[in-house]
């Protein structure tokens, strides 16, 4: 990201605001959020960070360094020359395509200023950050983001391969930091969540404002007397790559290809135009795990749309998706298996159907496969007031953005599912904002699946609205009869979630007891009840969230899928209601209409959970309520549909059984 000058920045920041804060000290400066709770520190010799929140540190003295043209930037700098204070108070911004309607701007930040370089702090009252900013050009050779904490820490986490940058596919595990430790190679990937023990100050650490770098990981693991170090670790700069098929008849393709793989790397993991501000190491701070999903810290750093831009035609909504189902449990990919999906979708109120892997010859998007009449189809369903989107992976794309993006745009698609990117450099992320531009020139929605997770760039273009980067339901096409994907779900909620909106496709109605799955390929199925299915529409965030099973599967199932339907997607506020990572998860938001939803999902354990209803304004309410039934331990489809008057702060108790859950809705 080129920024003018860093002055200038500032001084931009200053209309909103005002210059203020303590007076300069060479050795420690500070910001300290608005609410005075949230505090980060920055020492300067050595150069150094910690976190507090209400006094209580959470995240450890730890040193911190950029090196750039094989020179660290502290080297030969003892102290700060200056620090600039700004304050930023009661300014708002509209967010078109969120879990609220509107964020809080406002925030304290603090420029220390070493010369040729700087860190920038920021505390606002939901979590801190701090960056590093140059103001001379370079390669950066490496940056040491590590992370200390303090002891008696509980960690929620997720593992992959050492060299597996940017695949973030796996089953968020739990420990206590004295028990962390180097895995076999393998890397932890954010966010990263913990919580400081007896006072519950809960802490997730996610990078954000990324361009042009790679995202941030932790390899290697040290338990010091301070505390547990997480040592970063980020990926090379690619030097050469080389586009892959991928499995069976794709291999040794003429066009295209699956990946672009990484063959060799520089020695180096980024470039640097000058003056450049790096990515936000960024801590949304919390008093308990339940209300990290209420934190804006993460959208709020990142890169705001360009001044005078217009998002105003982007269109979140469902989606029937075909994969998932192998194209209506095995009809097959073909033009009367689509028209089927777009009729379903018309009728139904789905705002679209995507087209999975099979519409184009070979992963050719250039040639459309023999059975499937994609221009057809595509006017077809825009007749119909459903919009196309169209999956490819991303090797297809790559050095062609905006040549995808206008023939396809002309061509009455509505965007793109982009998938198996698979990786986590510099050049990825270059990739992954170029596309995301040249879709926004020509109106084209993104689905970023095979990618990592939300690193700001929705913000910066709202026509992005999922990501992956999770465990999710695609698994349970070759998932086993063991898989506890009731707790994955429980953890992503607290977890993967808090970066930003995920593409885990939920939606099953073949739904098995936890050690019971039996599903396939063509008739696969979810461990946990049909309620568990169904919160996880309102419980995750997912602008562009899909309906992963079949309109066969739909129609006999109408009264869940209906009320699945018209979930809403984007929301008007978000308050957690309770749960960890280690038990269950729990949300009320409010839709653009005015109605409320409060849902519920639980691990493998059966619990009971009852919540307020404050959230919800003056006079009585109709309750809709999808629950577990009272034998959904042995037949997790069963369920009870009801409803209920209620009053504001009224209170409502449910059971859930194993792997169970409910989702309400409030209307006036």
Known sequence: MKMSTLAAAAAALTLAGCLCGPKFNPDVNSAVSPDGKNEIRLYSNPLAYEVMRDGVVVVAKTEIGLKMNGKCVKEGVEKADTAAHLAVKGVSADTPVYKKGKIALSENKTFVDFGDWGVRLAARNDGVAYRFETKKPGIVDCEKADITLPKGVRCWFNRTGRNAFGCEETVPEFADASNLKTDGGKMIYLPFVYSTGVNGKTVAVVDAGLHDYPIWNFGDVEQTEGGTKLKSHFAKYPKTTERVGGWGKETGLQKGGRWVKVKDTEEFIAKADAPRAFPWRA?????????????????????????GSDFSWVKPGKVAWDWWNDFDNGAGCNTKTYERFIDFAAKNGVEYVIFDEGWSESLNIWKFHKNVDVPYLIEYANKKGVGIILWMAWAQVYGEEEKVAEHFSKLGAKGFKVDFMDRGDAEIASFLEKFAAACAKHKMLVDYHGAYRPVGLQRTYPNVLNYEGIYGLEQMKWGKKDSDMCYNDVACFFLRMTAGPMDYTPGAMDNYKIGDYRGDGTNPGSVGTRCHQMALMALYEAPLQMLSDSPTKYEKNMECFSFMAKTPVVWD????????????ASVARKAKDGSWYAAAISNKEARDFAFKTCFLGDGEWKAEIFRDADDADKNPTKYIHETKTVKAGDELSFHMASGGGFVVHFTK
Do not use: M
């Open 283 to 307: 801590f949304a701070l919390a008093d308990s795990p339940s209300k990290l999903c209420e934190a804006d810290i993460f959208y709020a750093l990142a890169t705001p749309a360009a001044k």
């Open 573 to 584: 506020d978000t308050i957690g209601l309770g749960g960890c990572p280690e038990s269950f």
